[in-house]
T-cell receptor
Framework: GAVVSQHPSWVICKSGTSVKIECRSL??????MFWYRQFPKQSLMLMAT?????????EQGVEKDKFLINHASLTLSTLTVTSAHPEDSSFYIC????????????FGPGTRLTVL | QKEVEQNSGPLSVPEGAIASLNCTYS??????FFWYRQYSGKSPELIMF????GDKEDGRFTAQLNKASQYVSLLIRDSQPSDSATYLC??????????FGGGTRLMVKP
C-alpha cells in the first residue's frame, strides 16, 4: 500500500516555541493532504486540508495563524504549530488519498507533541 | 453537522468468536465507508472500505452496508488477541472528506 511518513515521531518543547511537523508521501504524489489531531481517548478531528499550490482549508474553530500549513510540493506538507502551549499537546496525524479524487486515505505514523 | 456514531465499548469477546462492530451516520449523501484499526499510540490503519449496499468480505473481515438504514458494520471472524484495538468508522461525503466516529474499543480475551 501507499506509504506516508511523518517527522518527527515525537517532540517535546517549551511553551511559546514553534514546532514544525513534516508529512511526506513516499511512493505517490498527493495534491491533497489532511491534518488531524487526536487527544487521548478521543477520535480523530480534522484540522485542515492541505492543497498543493494553494492555501490550506481550515475546519471551523482551527486557528489558521496558529497552525500554519504549507504544501510545498506534491510529496510534502508541513504543519507548524506556532507559539505552542500545553493545550496544544496532542497526537498530530497526516493522511493522503491513495489517488486524487478517491476518499481512501493512508495515514502517516503520527507525531506526538508535548508542550511543557 | 455530519455525525458518525459508534458505541465506545469496550466490546469484549473470547478468542475465536465473532466480533460485531456497528456504526451509524447522519448524512444521507455519504458515498463511501471505511473501517480503520488503531492500536494504542499508533495511527489508524485501513482495514476495509465499502461503497455499495450489501456485504464485502476480505479474509476474516466482513463489512456490511445498509444505506437505507444509514448503518455500516464490521464483523471479525475467529477473533484473535491481536485484533484488540480501537476500530474507527469513517464516512466520506461526495467531496471525499472523511468524518470519523469516536471508535469502538475491542478486547479479545484468550
Amino acid at each position: 500500500g501507499a506509504v506516508v511518513s511523518q517527522h518527527p515521531s515525537w517532540v517535546i518543547c517549551k511553551s511559546g516555541t514553534s514546532v514544525k511537523i513534516e508529512c511526506r508521501s513516499l511512493d505517490f504524489q498527493a495534491t491533497t493532504m489532511f491534518w488531524y489531531r487526536q487527544f487521548p481517548k478521543q477520535s480523530l478531528m480534522l484540522m485542515a486540508t492541505s492543497n498543493e499550490g494553494s492555501k490550506a482549508t481550515y475546519e471551523q474553530g482551527v486557528e489558521k495563524d496558529k497552525f500554519l500549513i504549507n504544501h510545498a510540493s506534491l510529496t510534502l506538507s508541513t504543519l507548524t504549530v506556532t507559539s505552542a502551549h500545553p493545550e496544544d499537546s496532542s497526537f498530530y496525524i497526516c493522511s493522503a488519498p491513495r489517488l486524487a479524487g478517491v476518499a481512501e486515505q493512508f495515514f502517516g505514523p503520527g507525531t506526538r507533541l508535548t508542550v511543557l | 453537522q455530519k455525525e458518525v456514531e459508534q458505541n465506545s465499548g469496550p466490546l469484549s469477546v473470547p478468542e475465536g468468536a465473532i466480533a460485531s462492530l456497528n456504526c451509524t451516520y447522519s448524512d444521507r449523501g455519504s458515498q463511501s465507508f471505511f473501517w480503520y484499526r488503531q492500536y494504542s499510540g499508533k495511527s489508524p490503519e485501513l482495514i476495509m472500505f465499502i461503497y455499495s449496499n450489501g456485504d464485502k468480505e476480505d479474509g476474516r473481515f466482513t463489512a456490511q452496508l445498509n444505506k437505507a438504514s444509514q448503518y455500516v458494520s464490521l464483523l471479525i471472524r475467529d477473533s484473535q488477541p491481536s485484533d484488540s484495538a480501537t476500530y474507527l468508522c469513517a464516512v466520506a461525503d461526495a467531496g471525499n472528506m472523511l468524518t470519523f466516529g469516536g471508535g469502538t474499543r475491542l478486547m479479545v480475551k484468550p
